[in-house]
């Protein structure tokens, strides 16, 4: 069975740049799985980031931005702040109607 | 405004069953593909279940069919998930959401489900 996979963890500094990325144990992401980016802070329901790859949501700023690099999918956050401190989850769309997770990444901004 | 609001959960018993309810308001409910979506205590974001706009079609994760039916009335503007046999790792807040895209717009605020005797 494929499964999405994330980086577990990960860390940036303060104002600096990361880049997360989401791929699957057989084969290569690309648009055709429409994937999507979503954060989770602790104890808070998930807010959208990104979908369709690189569509922005509604009121993100412009420092998120999604992305096909290679055979993964990814999301770069650009002048890294505090409150960018959570769970990044990536979404794919195995069929019309099937979605799978990612495991998530923990970023730390410090 | 979009607002989905849940209503449901609490504790049951392994083998038991529940329903969830997730009442929409603020867009045309019956355009939009609906997701349930779960997270165990600690544990990342798993996807449960989606049902079409017009509720022909249902599709589930493996880990809950043949357990859990999603189901939903565009009359009330409401979306359900009727969870039987439940067991011990169904423990989890579950969340409603919208389909836009081949992802989910929106959320519910979730509700948490704990199975235990």
């Known amino acids: 069975q494929t499964v999405v996979t994330q980086e577990p963890s990960f860390s940036v500094s303060p104002g600096g740049t990361v880049t997360l990325t989401c791929g699957l144990t057989s084969g290569s992401v690309s648009s055709n799985y429409y994937p999507s980016w979503y954060q989770q802070t602790p104890g808070q329901a998930p807010r959208t980031l990104i979908y369709?790859?690189?569509i922005r949501s509604s009121g993100v700023p412009d420092r998120f931005s999604g992305s096909i690099l290679g055979n993964r999918a990814a999301l770069t956050i650009t002048g890294a702040q505090s409150d960018d401190e959570s769970d990044y989850y990536c979404?794919?769309?195995?069929?019309?109607?099937?979605?799978?997770f990612g495991g998530g990444t923990k970023l730390t901004v410090l | 405004q979009v607002q989905l609001v849940q209503f449901g959960g609490g504790l049951v018993q392994p083998g038991g069953s529940l329903r969830l309810s997730c009442v929409a308001s603020?867009?045309?409910?019956?355009?939009?593909?609906m997701h349930w979506v779960r997270q165990a205590p600690g544990k990342g974001l798993e996807w449960v279940a989606y049902i079409r706009p017009d509720a022909k079609n249902q599709h589930y994760a493996d880990t809950v069919k043949g357990r859990f039916i999603i189901s939903r009335d565009n009359s009330k503007n409401a979306l359900s998930l009727q969870m039987n046999s439940l067991r011990s790792e169904d423990t989890a807040v579950y969340y409603c959401?919208?389909?836009?895209?081949?992802?989910?717009?929106?959320w519910g605020q979730g509700t948490l489900v704990t199975v235990s005797s």
């Open positions: 979404l794919l769309s195995m069929t019309t109607d099937i979605r799978v």
């Open positions: 959401a919208t389909d836009e895209s081949w992802s989910f717009e929106f």
């Open positions: 603020g867009f045309r409910f019956n355009k939009y593909g």
């Open positions: 369709n790859t690189n």
